[in-house]
T-cell receptor, first 114, second 113 residues
């Protein structure tokens, strides 16, 4: 158990809908990362937050947005969902958010868009 | 685009044998990390090697880094069935204040009992 929690574990929804994925980092970790893992694209970095502020942005679509709240939990919002958004979404956390920090991954949310 | 690319994509060995996976990357880095993922689960950090290090050990794991060739290798000695998983290398973008990691597509290792 990494100490990172993600809810829900599974999510099934329809095209065009909007969903919110939630992540609670390890106690004491200030940085949260979001990743998307699919068979064809592999593990893609989406976005990183550090202590409430956006720090780095990766291949995140405009239809996706995220935020980190004062209690350090984070939410990833996916809107106007398409079939291709079906994937595993991972959240990870690290103490200070530098690349030399080990990242601790949550169990993931499996999103299925029908 | 992927910074790190693992090779081979899949590897099948007998229990007790050694497994070697390679990672190549394109630009200069500050450090390189290896992670393991059991099927459909979150990634677990294995080891980090800094750009000024050439070799690092952790238990049955040995990682090497050759910055001149922009490549790294992960050796698992005396493999066990429990080592069956996908293994990913992750690299940063280099430079000061580097934050994010870029993961390769992974090597899928199967250890046959």
């Amino acid at each position: 158990d990494s100490g990172v929690t993600q809810t829900p574990k599974h999510l099934i929804t329809a095209t065009g809908q909007r969903v919110t994925l939630r992540c609670s980092p390890r106690s004491g970790d200030l940085s949260v990362y979001w990743y998307q893992q699919s068979l064809d694209q592999g593990l893609q970095f989406l976005i990183q937050y550090y202590n409430g502020e956006e720090r780095a942005k990766g291949n995140i679509l405009e239809r996706f947005s995220a935020q980190q709240f004062p209690d350090l939990h984070s939410e990833l919002n996916l809107s106007s969902l398409e079939l291709g958004d079906s994937a595993l979404y991972f959240c990870a956390s690290s103490p200070r958010g530098f690349s030399y920090n080990e990242q601790f991954f949550g169990p993931g949310t499996r999103l299925t868009v029908l | 685009s992927q910074q790190g690319e693992e090779d081979p994509q899949a590897l099948s060995i007998q229990e007790g044998e050694n497994a070697t996976m390679n990672c190549s990357y394109k630009t200069s880095i500050n450090n390189l990390q290896w992670y393991r993922q059991n099927s459909g689960r979150g990634l677990v950090h294995l080891i980090l090697i800094r750009s000024n290090e050439r070799e690092k050990h952790s238990g049955r794991l040995r990682v090497t880094l050759d910055t001149s060739k922009k490549s790294s290798s992960l050796l698992i000695t005396a493999s066990r069935a429990a080592d069956t998983a996908s293994y990913f290398c992750a690299t940063d973008a280099g430079g000061a204040g580097s934050y994010q990691l870029t993961f390769g597509k992974g090597t899928k290792l199967s250890v046959i009992p």
